[in-house]
């Protein structure tokens, strides 16, 4: 099961506290303040990963705790730093800080991001003496690390995508252009999550079917209709059967419209799949009706290599 958005609870380490100690040994029976400083809290970073693929290792742990900094000891010791975390995640996550609505996208593997900030450690008492004040009897405490509930979104980063209506044979176009083995059945709804292949260099996802209504919540669209917004290029797939292609592809489009009007300026190929289970007649038909969208038409069936490669050539050259 794809996990794609989650709910996470961190806290960074709180500083080490400082020591209040006097000097006492066999030599000194009443020597000056020696309390040394604590350390400070460990810091949470977050940064992308290509070694993950979703956000399945948060799904039972709801919370991530980094280590707190050691106080302060006598003989003016310093408490010793806590280590910082480092969390993983896909590229193409957004983290929302829920509380503040800040939002960080990781689109790449080299920047680290501070979400938490470790607590400071406090300082011993041998920092406070002075000429007036030769024997301090108090240190500080080290102070509180961050806490912050946040929300992870996956947005899967493809450069094509598959969408259309439940059955319009997105699954297994994928599995011929690609190397992927998504579930196929000839029933509505077999793809329950995104499917990603390799085209060449260029990953494309098979999005599951989308509704009427799928913007509303509607059917399963309503929870893939973000992973449409990294995409570069769309291939919007109808049945060549299919009765009113104009109908088909008007319903995509609205749903689009009602989730994000940005979704309809990508580029797209309007492909009709399935040749073989359609009359050329048919087939010829449906594609006169949508040729007047001014997007580039064309047909396919998984059979036909020739059709594939032409599809796969227009895909390059929008690319």
Known sequence: MLVDNITLLIKAGNGGNGAATFLRNGQTAKGGPDGGNGGNGGNIYFQGSTNTSDLKQFRFQKKIRATDGVSGKRKKLFGKNA?????????????????????????????????????????????????????????????????????????????????????????????????????????????????????????IADIPGLIEGASRGRGLGIAFLKHIEKTKILVHCIDSADENPQKAYDIVHQEFQQYSASLLNKPEIILFTKTDLATQEAIKKNKEILQNKGKKVLTCSIYDQESLDLLKQALENLL
Do not use: C, W
């Open 83 to 203: 280590h910082h975390i480092t969390i993983y995640v896909p590229i193409g996550t957004r983290i929302t800080d829920m509380d503040s609505g800040s939002v960080i996208e990781v689109t790449d593997t080299t920047t680290p991001f501070l979400l938490a900030h470790g607590g400071s450690g406090g300082r011993g008492n041998d920092e406070f003496k002075s000429s007036t004040n030769q024997t301090p009897m108090y240190a500080e405490k080290g102070t509180l690390g961050e806490e912050k509930k946040l929300l992870l979104e996956l947005r899967l980063i493809a450069d094509i995508g598959l969408i259309g209506l439940p059955n319009a044979g997105k699954s297994s176009l994928l599995a011929v252009l690609t190397n992927a083995t998504p579930k196929i059945g000839n029933y509505p709804f077999t793809t329950l999550e995104p499917n990603i292949g390799m085209l060449g260099k260029h990953p």
